[in-house]
């Protein structure tokens, strides 16, 4: 066995298991600092009198947003559309830069508001006029711009990798599909004046959107698992040869 290849696959494994935690640490504090109102952050009025403990929880939500949900699912995908059987690879190379245009996009959206809230909040506080307006610029460009858009490419992404996945049967390629599809329906639902054109569409796009995010951990973790399992087979088959690996 490519001992080089083993540690891919181990570091691979690692950052599709931690990113499962990371991203459930990002969404419950995300939805403690807002009350469960995620449009609360629009209001400059909510978000700008947030005390320092809910700053610092926010700041230590967008940390984990940008390592759980974008920078340790990136190295997955790098890793898959690396290790594929060649009849299998091309899609899900092909898909790969859609992988890093939604981290990209992912982690922007997280940094600029993780820095742009304790600064303006500050300035808030001791009567500097436009704070207010600033800081509607900057959450609106995060969460309906780059927060949005990412869920473009990350649909096509999953949607070509899942198929590679299937096609070589590597295993969750179908739960990868299903993040896709949701991502998708999310970002058609959330397209401006959709509401006006699907009753229901910004509940149905929560709901969408949510369940996505959900999937891409589940993917990432169990994907993760298994490549652990893989990579430990043959540290046991060495150190106990009678034994069958897992």
């Not at 949607?159 to 998708?184: D, M, P, Y």
């Amino acid at each position: 066995m490519n001992t080089q290849a083993m540690s891919g696959r181990r570091i691979a494994g690692w950052a599709g298991l931690l990113a499962a935690p990371l991203g459930l640490f990002n969404i419950v504090t995300f939805l403690s600092v807002t009350g469960g109102n995620t449009a609360a952050l629009l209001d400059p009025a909510f978000a700008l009198a947030l005390p320092s403990s809910a700053q610092a929880l926010f700041t230590a939500s967008m940390i984990a947003d940008t390592l759980g949900f974008y920078v340790l699912p990136a190295m997955l995908g790098g890793y898959l559309s690396t290790c594929l059987p060649a009849e299998h690879r091309a899609r899900a190379a092909l898909a790969f830069p859609c992988l890093l245009v939604f981290a990209v996009l992912g982690v922007v959206g997280a940094l600029l508001q993780m820095a742009a809230l304790p600064a303006l909040s500050a300035a808030n506080a001791v009567g500097v006029q436009g704070a207010g307006a600033a800081w509607v610029a900057v959450v609106s460009t995060a969460q309906n711009g780059l927060w949005w858009f990412e869920m473009l490419p990350f649909g096509i992404y999953a949607l070509l990798c899942g198929a590679s996945l299937r096609a070589a049967k590597f295993g969750f390629g179908k739960l990868l599909i299903a993040g896709g599809v949701l991502g998708l329906v999310y970002w058609v639902l959330t397209i401006p004046g959709a509401d006006r054109v699907v009753p229901g569409a910004a509940m149905a796009a929560e709901a969408a959107g949510l369940f996505a995010l959900l999937a891409i951990l589940a993917w990432a973790f169990l994907v993760g698992w298994g490549l652990l399992r893989k990579d430990a087979a043959p540290v046991v088959a060495a150190t106990h040869p009678g034994q069958r690996p897992v």
